[in-house]
């Protein structure tokens, strides 16, 4: 055995990677310095690195030996890193091109890119400023100018952003607990951005501007996947627009246009008259749904609802059952999920684990001469599954009239391998999402992902027995099965719905954050843990009881008077 040595310091550190390699070299380089010689060997761009389990940025200085592991586009935080740099050369771009606008970068669209809008005087040149403007940033990001991250005293802050007008960021700086502001400058542009940076204009290589159909709107493209370096074309979806619109006009009414505002209506004691809005809100979007159902009768039959998880689909589905039965419809609820294969006949993923979010999960055959059927007016034995043993097994038998409207929820319900057989004019098809939420800043989003990822984790913390980590730890594999099966078929949608609330994260707030704190260091889900909370540090908390029990908030923080909800008269018949 080697004896155990005194050494003296030394200038020179190691550096481990997963894989057991070990990198040399001097005390005081960056992460980024580091990992130089292994750029050859990444199958996509570098953004970042976790160091000692904690995330860093490439140019955080390592001051002793450690682990490090690369963090690359293909991953879902280095895919955040890379498209919040370029939100950040965006706006740097546009307020030296426009000093006198303002830029609010607003909602993601789904072929990859957000939506941004101008405000302010009208532009010269129309359509040729989009084109000035991708030209600049890419003049910018040719010279890889470097990006710089200071800390500024929460006064030094307040200055900045009253200089640059940036007001509702002063207003945001009330409920800030500590009392400095990490920001980042580029050149002569200071100004704060939520969440880590490249560490150089250079690694911003792939985007591209495309103006809106509006003279004052544009989009910032992006490749819809982090692991590609191709910009999809864009995909035109006018109805969902139409609901981002809606939400607009909804926040400009309640006057809520940003966290900071959300925070001030606590302060002042208007949230019960913004929440009670919001859910008249709501309420108004079912109705309209329900109307545009019954206006298709006596054709429409199937009425179906899809979206990804966590979007409020079973408490959707249960009001808009009711909001047809006010109109004299007489709705028939059947649970998608109870056409599920038994589990030993589930599709494996590469990895060898059961890839739940396929489409192949259901019996898709059974599914649809059971719903043809029913239209038919034949009496049907309905399968019921069982998730405690993963089996499938007999459930109702079940009769409808010929004046009955059949609900199909799941997560699958645009997929057009679903109902081949019935008519199109046959089915209304419904997507319902978090499409929109209110935003930190002009410039600093809030991704309506990380708010399905909050409700997930409150839901399955409190209902369903699954820790944070659990929750976390899935995670990653359900938006991979989102990406594939659900969000690709949204354009089918005969309408869609916003299930978000302006107010929902204050609601969520203390319950995420009692159960992300318990997500121990070291783990993976660590890092992401750490990052909500810290976002969730903006957010002022409001007490659960506030939420109105039929609120599609209330499916996820508990107290819904929705979830025993059924239209059925008495227990129908089984074998």
């Given amino acids: 055995m080697e004896k155990i040595r005194l050494l003296k310091s030394s200038n020179i550190i190691q550096v481990e990677l997963p894989d057991g390699r070990i990198l040399e070299g001097p005390r005081g380089a960056t992460v980024e310095m580091f990992l130089k010689p292994l750029a050859g060997e990444f199958k996509h761009q570098l953004v970042g690195a976790i160091v000692n389990k904690e995330l860093r940025e490439l140019g955080y200085i390592l001051e002793s030996s450690t682990t490090i592991e690369p963090v690359l586009t293909s991953d879902s935080i280095g895919k955040n890193i890379y498209r919040r740099s370029l939100v950040y050369l965006l706006s740097a771009t546009f307020e030296k091109l426009l000093p006198k606008n303002q830029l609010t970068v607003d909602h993601s669209i789904h072929s990859g890119g957000l939506f941004c809008k101008i405000t302010g005087p009208r532009l010269n040149g129309g359509k040729d400023f989009y084109t000035q403007l991708e030209n600049e940033m890419r003049k910018t990001v040719e010279c890889d100018l470097p990006i710089y991250r200071e800390m500024l005293s929460i006064e030094e802050a307040k200055a900045l952003f009253l200089k640059k007008k940036h007001y509702e960021k002063i207003q945001l700086l009330k409920y800030r607990k500590k009392n400095y502001l990490t920001t980042y400058r580029l050149e002569n542009f200071i100004d ?10 250079g690694y911003l290589r792939i985007f591209a501007i495309e103006p809106a159909s509006a003279p004052m709107e544009f989009f910032l493209r992006f490749p819809e996947s982090g692991s590609s370096e191709v910009i999809t074309k864009r995909v035109e979806a006018p109805k969902m627009m139409s609901e981002f619109r809606l939400y607009g006009d909804w926040l400009k009414r309640l006057e809520i246009d940003s966290i900071a505002a959300l925070n001030q209506a606590i302060e002042t004691d208007r949230i019960q008259e913004v929440i009670l809005v919001s859910e008249a809100l709501h309420d108004q979007k079912f109705v309209q749904i329900a109307r545009e159902i019954t206006t298709h009768k006596p054709h429409v039959r199937v009425v179906l609802i899809a979206g990804p998880s966590s979007s409020g689909k079973t408490t959707f589905s249960k009001r808009l059952t009711i909001e047809l039965l006010a109109l004299g419809v007489s709705p028939v609820p059947i649970e998608m999920d109870d056409f599920f294969v038994d589990r030993e006949l589930s599709p494996k993923a590469p990895d060898g684990s059961y890839d739940f979010e396929s489409v192949e999960n259901l019996n898709i055959p059974l599914m649809d001469a059971c719903i043809q059927r029913l239209i038919n007016g034949e009496e049907v034995q309905l399968p019921k599954f069982d998730f405690l043993d993963g089996k499938s097994k007999l459930g109702k038998v079940l009769k409808i009239h010929k004046d009955q409207i059949i609900i199909l929820e799941g997560i699958h319900g645009m997929n057009p391998k679903l109902l081949p057989a019935i008519r199109n004019d046959l089915k209304f098809q419904i997507y319902a999402s978090p499409l929109t939420q209110v935003n930190l800043d002009r410039y600093n989003r ?77 783990t993976r889900e660590y890092v992401e843990a750490k990052r909500l909370l810290s976002f969730l540090e903006w957010v002022l908390p409001i007490p659960e009881g506030l939420v109105p029990a039929n609120s599609i908030l209330s499916e996820f923080i508990g107290g819904s008077n929705l979830k025993h909800f059924t239209v059925w008269k008495e227990n129908p018949r089984t074998t």
């Fill in 192 to 201: 704060y951005h939520y969440g880590y940076m490249v560490p150089s204009t």
């Fill in 446 to 522: 809030v991704s309506t992902v990380d708010t399905r990822l909050i409700r997930r984790t409150v839901r399955d913390f409190r209902e369903r027995g699954y820790n944070a980590q659990d929750t976390l730890a899935r995670w990653g594999s359900v938006r991979a099965g989102e990406e594939k099966y659900i969000i690709p078929f949204q354009k089918y949608a005969d309408q869609y719905c916003n299930t978000s609330l302006v107010y929902e994260l204050s609601a969520l707030k203390s319950l995420a954050e009692t159960a992300l704190r318990q997500v121990p260091w070291g």
